[in-house]
């Protein structure tokens, strides 16, 4: 059973970059498993699809981010990760990273999720 | 806005059966999944495909799908049924996936 954890800063300041990563347990983000996605959830408010990356490097983004995200897969960490450029209070979110099941098209392993607080 | 609508809430007695539903040009051409989430949890998986539950789901989750909705429906709703749902699919350009924006189901 694949484990997912995040790790980031809780913590930044309007205009500087959001890094996030997903440490994957009980998987391999080399296999083609999965699609490593992430998603976000501002406090109080719905989910969020933010885009995903496969093992052979491609990449899926939501229209709405794409200008100012990328995901990246590290395989000698075992991990993913996300970066937002630019960010304002509207990115403040609990960040989780999720595996998306291609074949029959939905997410089935969640990380506990991260809280982002953009502020200066 | 969403392109997929959920009722942002519903209730249902103890024991009864309620339908949350999830509309969207995307679902005349794609199956929705259903999640779960409680507070301060992650959301989880209940409903994916025509109407498969993955182990470990109650079967008194169910979904089903006609024209641009998707239902999920609770047989019997439980006290612990108390939640947020959300239905997730493709966008209408099939390329991106979305999010209803949740509904919030309380059992009285």
């Known amino acids: 059973q694949v484990q997912l954890r995040e790790s980031g800063p809780g913590l930044v300041k309007p205009s500087e970059t959001l890094s996030l990563s997903c440490s994957v347990s009980?998987?391999?983000?080399?296999?083609?498993?999965?699609?490593w996605s992430w998603i976000r959830q501002p406090p109080g408010k719905g989910l969020e699809w933010i885009g995903y990356?496969?093992?052979?490097?491609?990449?899926n983004y939501s229209p709405s981010l794409k200008s100012r995200i990328t995901i990246s897969v590290d395989t000698s960490q075992n991990q993913f990760s996300l970066k937002v450029r630019s960010v304002t209070a509207a990115d403040t979110a609990v960040y989780y990273c999720?595996?998306?099941?291609?074949?029959?098209?939905?997410?089935?392993?969640w990380g506990q999720g991260t809280l982002v607080t953009v502020s200066s | 806005s969403s392109e997929l609508t959920q009722d942002p809430a519903v209730s249902v007695a103890l024991g009864q059966t309620v339908r949350i539903t999830c509309q969207g040009d995307?679902?005349?051409?794609?199956?929705a999944s259903w999640y779960q989430q409680k507070p301060g949890q992650a959301p989880i998986l209940l409903i994916y495909?025509?109407?498969n539950r993955p182990s470990g789901i109650p079967d008194r989750f169910s979904g089903s799908n006609s024209g641009n909705t998707a239902s999920l429906t609770i047989t019997g709703a439980q006290a612990e049924d108390e939640a947020d749902y959300y239905c997730?699919?493709?966008?209408?350009?099939?390329?991106?996936?979305?999010f209803g924006g949740g509904t919030q189901l309380t059992v009285l």
């Open positions: 495909g025509k109407n």
């Open positions: 995307s679902l005349r051409d794609y199956y």
């Open positions: 999720a595996t998306w099941n291609a074949y029959d098209s939905y997410f089935d392993y």
């Open positions: 997730n699919s493709r966008d209408t350009s099939g390329n991106h996936w979305v």
């Open positions: 990356i496969y093992s052979s490097g491609t990449t």
């Open positions: 009980g998987g391999s983000v080399s296999s083609g498993s999965y699609y």
